[in-house]
């Protein structure tokens, strides 16, 4: 098995954070991990993005070309994704028409912020969740910073979808790799984040069952 996530957002937004605990709780999960990023031009603005392999072998490419899940937390980082001006929504466009996200396989899971992140995509090519990932950050943890680790949460649940059920790594896993990469002071507020993660991944998942268009 070979698993590659990336995490993409605004310089800012924790993403390569992001990816470094991910793969951290890959390897508390017994399985191997490599982790690499890129940085934005600047250090506050463009797009800045973290890519994960994750394998129960040895990995003998660490970088990113085939992309099983994308967690996109700005709408600079979808337009990065996708590579030109994105076709703004419109539920009656046709499927040609659609947005194609770059190096990303059919049947990949995709992950966006409801609020930031305006997408056009295939629901028929990705699996899309689709949460209120900052507002939560900001409205119950008076901490908009923490959506990275947040967006984990909502993958850490998500990512059952492609495991006929079980997610690919466990909550305990996440928990403890948070506690060995944030600095000590911000750990209990960083998995106060992962668990209300785990929350909206689980409503997003209920609502995807509901509605899966």
Request: glycine letters at 6%; a negative charge.
């Amino acid at each position: 098995m070979r698993y590659e996530v990336r995490v993409i957002g605004s310089a800012g937004q924790g993403s390569i954070l992001a990816a470094v605990v991910l793969a951290n709780a890959a390897a508390e999960e017994g399985l191997n991990a490599t982790q690499t990023a890129t940085y934005g031009a600047a250090m506050r603005s463009g797009v800045s993005l973290g890519d994960v392999v994750i394998s129960d072998e040895p990995i003998d490419f660490p970088k990113t070309f085939n992309l099983d899940a994308v967690i996109i937390q700005s709408q600079e980082a979808y337009d990065d994704m996708v590579k030109r001006n994105p076709v703004k929504f419109d539920p009656e466009c046709d499927e040609q028409d659609a947005d194609i996200l770059i190096n990303v396989k059919p049947g990949a899971l995709v992950i966006v912020d409801e609020d930031l992140v305006q997408c056009n995509v295939d629901f028929n090519m990705y699996r899309i969740v689709s949460a209120p990932i900052a507002r939560t950050a900001a409205e119950v943890l008076g901490r908009r910073q923490v959506m990275n680790i947040l967006a984990l949460g909502v993958f850490q649940v998500a990512s059952s979808l492609q495991f006929d059920g079980k997610p690919l790594i466990s909550e305990e896993s996440f928990l403890k790799a948070i506690e060995k990469n944030v600095p000590s002071r911000f750990i209990d507020l960083n998995k106060q984040a992962f668990l209300e993660g785990v929350k909206l991944g689980k409503a997003a998942l209920q609502k995807r069952l509901k509605n899966p268009t």
